[in-house]
């Protein structure tokens, strides 16, 4: 019998109960929630008169809606009254079921695929989901995490289960070394124009490889965060040094005996050597540049020395069509140089994108220089009160002010555009966000997904450059 | 949840693939904290040419005469034929909540993406998988029939066309069960609950570092 993928065995430690109608019964160890996609879940156990099945599972905050200014005032800073209620919800409900929640004026708030990893509360070998497609991220710890609906929170709420069917296993494997200047968010991207949005669809991804396994977990968290743009649920990288290391002294990590007794269970999070994966997929990190994505999908990416695709050279007439319409949803012509694209904004942030590391690759990107005259706004929303105290400690607020960047509370801002922060009608924006999508960082507006580097250097020109080539040239 | 066996409707053709549920429902519209009234708003961005905000009056706002919702031969629609990877990206429920709402009770496509698929069955709505070539076909007779209706058979799993087809279809015997019968599926998995605490007792003893109050 071959061996199990890190993915079976962390499917069979959680296997409550196999049906015979080929659903399981799945435990969840944790529950993130946020305002948007609880308030329903907690009107139904309301409704049905059902209590939370473990409380301590669960961890609150509220991220979407928040605004990214004048947050001295808390929840009283929210202009938009339908925000506002959403937000007084989810604080009503975390106290109606003595949930603990980090609310807006608690310097641990932020988006809760940041804080989860930074509390904590995140932890090996956990199953964790949250109403939110990029629960993903949390997979880069070696554990199983995905985004669910609204009834499925309810459903972990009441039972601390969740039914599921099992996914098949697929291996990524990155292999080589990445280039100066090529970050995890561009072997995501790249892994996504190779595979498609739906490439990953039905399967749970192991990431893996030397150039995986060289990443931060910052890095890997950006890579499992974009798993659902491949099509996956889930993804996840096992567990070495680098993942211990992260969470030792994390507030709610283990202590004491506890954390040797953890340290020893997570060492086994990898898969065998014999597993076998229904479907592998190879990339070598050495072939991978800086990507931009140009139209209204993910896997519309290409590397930031490219052009814009021409329709007419694709034989798939629903493909054709589909660069077409993105085409001209972006408002960018066939062969157009990805370099010559014109930018109104650019911004820096997000859970793909808005931990520590992201801001200080993109501070020393800016570092004495001034943002581009054409643009109309450049903006850092970092990912958290805690990452922003970090920032802050080192400075880099004052490089990104020096510079003429925005320097904004924690949420998730412009990503999605709930809040107060999007773009206009037809503008152009270089973002460190993870979807495109027509409409998604606000009506009319013009995604293009990048790496934090290339967001600030595009924030500097008011266009793309390559700065691995530039910097090359440099020296 | 509403039971779902058998409906014959009328079908409305969305000619592209990768349909994301931001497009389903954009995001202004996730600020409710109700599970209805998200039909008015559903493809927003396509079907009116101006933005739309939460709590406004949708009568009043200029509708996209190209988007095929608007078209008049598609009025009362309740399957709607779609392309590869239907309900990509987020995963907000609203986007079933919004197809229910707006008539909905059948989606078709060749693919869908995993969470939006999981999510429809929770709410009554069928997302149904048929075979790229006969949603290709299919697509060519809604364009040359108006009125074009199909019956879906959740019992038999068979799609019935107004030609005389019978196309099968899959679907998990566990979703399948839950639909048909209109069940809370809260409630089916708290029969478990014995088995359920069982497990939780043996890994609080294996990883009680799981177990630690938060704060």
Request: hydrophobic share 40%; net charge negative; glycine share 10%.
């Amino acid at each position: 019998m071959s061996g199990k993928t890190l993915y079976d065995k962390l499917w069979d430690a959680h296997l409550v109960k196999q049906r015979d109608d080929g659903s399981a019964l799945i435990y969840i160890d944790r529950q993130l929630l946020h305002e948007v996609t609880s308030p329903q879940a907690f009107e139904g156990l309301r409704l049905a008169n059902r209590k939370p099945w473990r409380v301590d599972a669960n961890l609150a905050t509220t991220d979407h809606n928040v605004p990214t200014t004048g947050r001295e005032r808390g929840v009283d800073g929210i202009e938009d009254p339908v925000s506002k209620i959403q937000v007084l919800t989810l604080g009503s409900n975390c106290e109606e079921f003595g949930i603990v929640e980090y609310g807006m004026t608690d310097k641990r708030q932020g988006i809760v695929h940041v804080i989860g990893p930074e509390q904590g509360a995140t932890l090996p070998g956990m199953t964790i989901v949250c109403g939110d497609s990029h629960t993903s991220t949390h997979g880069a710890f070696g554990a199983l995490a995905h985004g669910i609906g609204t009834s499925e929170v309810e459903h972990v709420l009441a039972t601390q289960c969740l039914v599921q069917k099992k996914s098949k296993n697929m291996k990524v494997e990155v292999n080589g070394t990445l280039n100066p200047g090529v970050t995890a968010k561009d072997v995501i991207l790249a892994i996504i124009g190779k595979i498609g949005t739906a490439g990953g669809t039905g399967y749970a991804i192991e990431f893996a490889g030397s150039a995986i396994r060289s990443l931060s977990m910052e890095g890997r968290m950006t890579v499992c965060n974009m798993t659902i743009e491949a099509g996956a649920r889930a993804g996840m990288v096992a567990v070495d040094d680098t993942t211990i290391e992260y969470v030792r002294g994390r507030p709610l990590a283990p202590k004491g005996d506890q954390w040797e007794q953890a340290v020893q269970a997570w060492k086994t999070l990898q898969s065998d050597a014999d597993a076998v994966f229904d479907k592998v997929v190879t990339l070598d990190a050495a072939s991978i540049q800086p990507q931009v994505s140009w139209g209204t999908s993910p896997e519309m990416v290409t590397n930031v020395g490219g052009r814009v695709p021409d329709p007419a050279k694709e034989a798939d007439p629903i493909k054709r069509e589909g660069i077409e319409r993105a085409l001209k949803y972006m408002g960018l012509k066939p062969n157009t140089p990805i370099t010559e694209i014109r930018l109104d904004r650019v911004f820096i942030g997000s859970c793909t994108n808005a931990r520590i590391e992201d801001l200080r690759e993109a501070a020393a990107v800016v570092k004495g220089k001034t943002v581009a005259s054409s643009l109309k706004q450049a903006m850092v929303v970092p990912g958290s009160g805690l990452v922003k105290a970090q920032a802050e400690a080192e400075g880099l607020d004052k490089i990104f002010l020096a510079a003429g960047l925005e320097w904004r509370e924690p949420g998730c801002s412009m990503c999605l555009a709930m809040n107060a922060d999007k773009l206009g009608d037809g503008e152009h924006c270089a973002s460190t966000s993870n979807r495109n999508f027509e409409g998604r960082q606000g009506f009319g507006g013009r995604t293009h997904l990048v790496n934090p580097a290339m967001a600030a250097a595009a924030a500097i020109h008011g266009h793309f450059v390559d700065i691995a080539a530039a910097d090359t040239a440099a020296v | 949840m509403r039971a779902f066996t058998q409906h014959q409707g009328l079908v409305a053709p969305l000619d592209r693939s990768n349909v994301d549920t931001d497009m389903i429902i954009p995001k202004q519209f996730l600020k409710s904290i109700k599970r209805t009234g998200f039909g008015p708003n559903l493809f927003d961005e396509l079907r009116y040419l101006d933005e739309g905000q939460p709590g406004r009056d949708n009568s009043q706002r200029p509708l996209n005469p190209d988007f095929v919702l608007n078209q008049p031969r598609y009025q009362g629609a309740s399957v709607l034929l779609a392309r590869s990877n239907f309900g990509c990206g987020s995963s907000r429920e609203h986007a079933p909540w919004a197809l229910e709402d707006f008539g909905f009770r059948v989606i078709i496509a060749p693919s869908f993406a995993d969470i939006f698929y999981n999510n429809s069955f929770k709410n009554g709505l069928l997302p149904l998988v048929l075979d790229e070539k006969i949603v290709d076909q299919l697509f060519q007779r809604v364009e040359a029939n108006p009125g074009y209706q199909l019956t879906v058979d959740l019992e038999q799993q068979v799609v019935l066309t107004p030609e005389g087809d019978s196309f099968p279809f899959e679907v998990d015997n566990f979703r399948r069960h839950c639909l048909l019968n209109g069940l809370d599926d809260i409630g089916v998995t708290l029969e478990d609950a014995d088995n359920i605490s069982a497990f939780e007792a043996k890994r609080r003893q294996d990883a009680p570092w799981l177990f630690e109050p938060l704060s």
